[in-house]
């Protein structure tokens, strides 16, 4: 156990393929000489040479579609797409073949794929590279999605993503790769496909994902601090979602906040919400509220960027609003 | 939509019947208005309504007389004006549609389970939608609600005839417990909290060791006399957190340690509280104690629970100036009140008993 940055943590998870399997090659913008947009791969291709480490030209759909063949072909891809704002571009090679080959072929063929991207933003670079939209691809049968939020699971779910015969995406929030955790660079894989209770509570369940989880935990502290005791459920897996887990927690507390970095309309927030309705409807105490992004294009202005995005303030008056006065 | 209902024209009414009313369906009425006359005992009296609206039916005929809290009258809120029906008569008017409860699924999950009916619950949630804790709150009142007013009419009772048909006289007697506190910290000083025994238990036990000792206190009233009765069962005064007493009784405590009458009386206040105890247990004390010392009470005259013919009363233990071999010393003292039954006993055979209760009292270790 050590002290690492989330993007170690991601590296760590990518040198281990990489050693473990000589099928396993890297592709996409700049993870070979620039060492990946947030340095996820530095040093692998001076460790793992050219052949491994490949340097994609910028056509998501091209080398996303590549990628899909090698799979096909037997080989391991590991894709990296710089944001999910540019992985738009591949939705056709991930919706229209990654997703569904499988099915189509009856089993005969499957599309061992991990594809990476970074979500999210609170680092000022714009519109166009600070949306959150995994709940595009959460939205697919065939496809599996993991939002790893701790520097453990940067590592543990780029694992078992490797180990999945099906295609996995992972969405990486990209204020987290510099921020520090423990890292347990040799324990087996915790299981990504389940939610994992962060902190728990008696009053209310946070339930949350991705760069929202360390916002949820500051809310829940100061909430502590007023008596309100929170329960933090950390989604982990966003296809499939663990119904059971969001089931049980908001049956400990009957009230339940959704924090979610994309837009509200239609985004993952409503597709818990709408879980509870369906299977915990009658532990319900209280509305379901959620705190999602403003629905703007994310602004530039560091202050208006920061009006825009869920916020521990933000959570904190939603926890109390479905408290409604109560503690 | 409002209801007006019949008021409470006073802390004593019960009912009250509607002479007149000022105000028919179709009719606005502002918070204020005077909308019906009731006749109490007190005389006829102008009632006003506290709704905003327009008056919608009214559901009782002029000259009936009803019960407080009967609703009178339906009001529509201003809102639903364009609502309101042709006035029909009183008498053939169709009970007003349930309006729409607010309650969360939770709330009315737990509603149902408890066997709360929600329409009837009070909701303190957001707009007033009731939640769960509301009808926890309501489940509780209704199950704790009767228990005190019967138990309440059954003390009542008890204490009517006993002050009514028991000719009470009161000895008292002030004693220094200092020996008998330090034989009991000696006793504790080696035990876990949970084993320790209170002060409380060598009094239940003295008053049992001295009914068996004075026989004659220990008895049932059977209308002619009071034969003393062959075992000692001491019936243990338990306030109730909901209000009331009881006063269940402990099998045969003279038999038992100091030790054994705290695992009693532990196990019946435990019981008590949580309306646990049997019939049994309620009606077989053959002598009383009461204790008020933890309320601060330092003298405590009790009435004397029938058919019994005796009970006992504790009061705080507080230090006074004592006199000890010709030298005043503060000395933790209690005073102990005797009621008993002079149709039974005289003051002499009293005053034996109590002296036991003393001896037993200032020599815990007394065989």
Known sequence: MRRATYREGVRTALRDALRRDPRVFLLGED???????????????????????????????????????????????????????????????????AATLRHMTAGQVSVPLVVRMATGAGRQLGAQHSHSLENWFAHVPGLRVLAPATVQDARDMVLAAFDDPDPVVIVENQVLYPTEGDLDEDAPPVSPWHAIVRRPGRDASIITHGGSLSKSLVAAELLAKEGIEVEVLDLRCLRPLDVDAIVATVTRTHRAVLVDESWKTGGLAAEVCATLVERAFYELDAPVARVCSVEVPVPYAKHLEDAALPSPARIVDAVKGVLHGRI | ?????????????????????????????????????????????????????????????????????????????AGSIAAVPSAPSPVQAPPPAAARVHATPLARTVAKALGVDVTKVHGTGDGGVIVRADVDRAAAEVTSTPRPDRMRQAIAAAMTRSKREIPHFYLAHTVDLGPALTWLSARNEARSVTDRVLPGALFVRAVARAARAVPELNAHWTGESAPPLPYVHVGVAVALRGGGLVAPAIHDTDTLDVDGVMRAMADLVDRARGLKLTATEMGEATITVTSLGDRGVEVNVPVIVPPQVAIVGFGKVVDRPWVVAGVVVPRPVVTISLAADHRVTDGHRAGRFLASVVAFLEDPEKP
């Not at chain 1, 692998?44 to 579609?65: K, Q």
């Not at chain 2, 006003?48 to 809290?69: I, Q, R």
């Open chain 2, 1 to 77: 939509m409002g209801e007006f209902r019949m008021p409470s024209l006073g802390a004593d009414m019960a009912a009250g019947t509607l002479v007149a009313w000022r105000k028919q369906p179709g009719d606005v009425v502002h918070r204020g208005d005077i909308i019906a006359e009731v006749e109490t005992d007190k005389g006829v009296i102008e009632v006003e309504v506290f709704d905003e609206g327009v008056v919608e039916t009214l559901l009782v005929a002029v000259n009936a007389k009803v019960p407080v809290g009967t609703p009178l009258a339906s009001i529509a809120s």
């Open chain 1, 31 to 97: 993870v070979g000489r620039y060492g990946g947009a947030y340095a996820c791969s530095a040093g692998l291709l001076e460790e793992f040479g050219p052949e491994r480490v490949r340097d994609a030209p910028l056509a998501e759909n091209g080398f996303v579609g590549a990628a899909i063949g090698a799979a096909m072909g037997g080989l391991r891809p590991i894709v990296e797409i710089m944001t999910v704002n540019f992985a738009l571009l591949a939705l056709d090679q991930l919706v229209n073949n």
